[in-house]
Every structure is written in structure tokens, then in C-alpha cells.
């Protein structure tokens, strides 16, 4: 089985700020869900401080919070979708038929999508490659085309997009890597899950050292204390909670999952760690709410279950 990633070739960029007007004219709501099947699944997270886990799919937002509920408009396909405590982050395509330019560049929501900022970048770049900090809101992106604004490589924000610094990713040493994954409130602090391991950095993204085994790294997500990865060990999936405390690992029991579906996404309640929400390559999504104790199927090869 052959895990694809995306290679660091890397990004591009404009500084415009603005807002939605008349994109928005539709009512928006999350209500009884009318597309059960889902395709592309570019991100899952807990925006706005709350239990409700958002995904972020070719066609639009989907909540979940005991029963799936879907976006009734605004049905943008947003890449590098990154949850924080007043919203998200994101990039990605306007839906068919919007007068908003493509790509949308890098946008901000606070009111679970039904209105957006438009920070930096619109009509200019689409971001596959992006964390924001939970808490902090400090940005990073890897720019895969470079233009005058901004060059090829690793660049952070700490103003919503409205400067940025590139990081010199010293010590990082694979050529292909899954996802980023800023720490909730550390600014400072980034990793990287890659096909060589799982790299961290404690300034920035300006040097980089490998936490663990250089094992294959199919998606990371930080917590406060520590995170969670999934791997590919052996030829076998496997989910680890560890803690940069302690630097205590703990092996997650998985579902029956088949190893050429490997986790891609990862996402963990802020509220509660043991909340813990993954998604595979076929679109298989699964929740568990006792780490891993019990895990519930709530997409099945894309669709949805209640």
C-alpha cells in the first residue's frame, strides 16, 4: 500500500482584506442533512469553543453532535480548514455559481460559516498546506508557488495574514509530509507530520529536531499537553496519544480499520481530550468519546450514519 503525500514543491500570496456581501444572500443554517454522501473530506476540527465537530468537505460544512446536520448554503470547498475557539481558518474554492473570485485565498469565519473575512490572498492561492493555533491564532503555511509576495517554503502569521516571516525549516529532512499542526496556545510551537516521522519545533518552524522513530506519519494534532498521531508501524495502523511533558506515549485501540485505509485526519475536543474524532483515506469517520474504549462509525465510506 502506497500512503500518497504531497510533496513540499511549495506556495503563493496577495494582502487583501474585505468582507462578504452579496455571496451571502441565501439563508444559512445547519439543518436535516440533504447530502448524505460526502466526497473529498479536507479537514475536521471543534470551531467555536463548543462539543459540536465540524467537517469540511468538497461541498461545504457538515456538524455532528449525536446526529449529522449539514450547511444549508454557503457550500464552499474549503481546504486547509483549521477550527480555533472563535471559529476557523481556511482556504479553498467559492461553491458553483459564486461571485467570489477562486481561489478564496485565506478567509476567517466567526459565525460557523455563514459569513467570512477575506484576510490575504484572494483570487490568489489556495492553501492545502495550513494550522492555526486553537487559542493563539497564529497562522502557518507552506507557500508551494512562489510569487512576489511571498516565497517558496514555511511562513507564519501573527497578525491575521497581515504580515509574515518565513521559517527556515532547518533539520527537516523528508520530502513529503502529511499535515502541519500549530500547539492551541504556543505560538512558537509547530509539528509536522512527514513520511520520515514526526518533527517538532519550539521557534517557529526555524529549526526542527524528529520526535521518536522515524516512522511514516499519516496526520498529528497537538493538545495543551501533548497530541495525538497516527501511524503506519509494521504494516499496521496505529493511533498514539503522547505528552511533551513527560514524553509518555499511549497506544490507542483502534476500530477495525484495514491498513490501506490509513487515518488522515485527527481531531480532539478541546473540552474534552478524550473526545476524539478520526477519518480515514475511504471516508470512513469515527468517533470516541472514552479514548478509544468504544468508537461509533458516523461515515461509512462517505456516507453518513447517525
Same mark, same amino acid.
Given at each position: ?89 481556511? @482556504?479553498?474554492?467559492?461553491?458553483? !455559481? #459564486?461571485? /467570489?473570485?477562486?481561489? =478564496?485565498?485565506?478567509?476567517? +469565519? %466567526? ?55 518565513? @521559517?527556515?525549516?532547518?533539520?527537516? !529532512? #523528508?520530502? /513529503?509530509?502529511?499535515? =502541519?499542526?500549530?500547539?492551541? +496556545? %504556543? ?120
Amino acid at each position: 500500500m502506497q500512503k500518497k503525500f504531497r510533496n513540499i514543491g511549495l506556495l503563493s500570496l496577495i494582502t487583501i482584506l474585505g468582507a462578504c456581501s452579496s455571496n451571502n444572500a441565501a439563508p444559512y443554517s445547519f439543518d436535516e442533512v440533504e447530502n448524505e454522501k460526502i466526497g473529498h473530506l479536507h479537514g475536521l476540527g471543534y470551531p467555536n469553543g463548543e462539543d459540536k465537530m465540524v467537517i469540511a468537505t468538497h461541498e461545504g460544512l457538515y456538524e455532528y453532535a449525536d446526529k449529522w446536520k449539514e450547511a444549508t448554503s454557503r457550500k464552499h470547498d474549503y481546504m486547509g480548514f483549521s477550527a480555533v475557539k472563535e471559529g476557523f481558518y481556511s @482556504s479553498g474554492h467559492p461553491e458553483p !455559481n #459564486s461571485d /467570489y473570485k477562486n481561489p =478564496l485565498g485565506l478567509i476567517k +469565519s %466567526e459565525d460557523e460559516g455563514e459569513s467570512f473575512e477575506q484576510l490575504a490572498f484572494y483570487g490568489e492561492t489556495d492553501f492545502h498546506y495550513m494550522t492555526v493555533g486553537y487559542e493563539s491564532n497564529v497562522i502557518y503555511v507552506i507557500n508551494e508557488n512562489p510569487n512576489n509576495d511571498l516565497t517558496a517554503g514555511l511562513h507564519y502569521s501573527d497578525d491575521d495574514g497581515k504580515t509574515w516571516t518565513k @521559517s527556515a525549516m532547518k533539520n527537516f !529532512n #523528508s520530502k /513529503y509530509i502529511s499535515n =502541519l499542526s500549530a500547539h492551541p +496556545s %504556543e505560538s512558537s510551537k509547530l509539528f509536522i507530520g512527514s513520511q520520515d516521522g514526526l518533527f517538532i519545533s519550539s521557534d517557529y518552524g526555524e529549526s526542527f529536531e524528529l520526535l521518536g522513530d522515524p516512522t511514516m506519519i499519516t496526520f498529528t494534532t497537538l493538545t495543551e499537553t501533548g497530541g495525538v498521531y497516527a501511524s503506519i508501524e509494521s504494516e499496521a495502523l496505529k493511533l498514539v496519544s503522547f505528552n511533551l511533558q513527560n514524553s509518555k506515549l499511549i497506544d490507542i485501540k483502534l476500530p477495525e480499520i484495514n491498513f490501506n485505509n490509513p487515518i488522515v485526519q485527527i481531531a480532539v475536543n478541546p473540552t474534552d481530550e478524550k473526545e476524539i474524532t478520526i477519518a480515514t483515506m475511504g471516508n470512513d469517520i469515527y468517533q470516541t468519546r472514552n479514548l478509544g474504549e468504544d468508537w461509533k462509525i458516523i461515515a461509512d465510506k462517505g456516507t453518513l450514519q447517525e
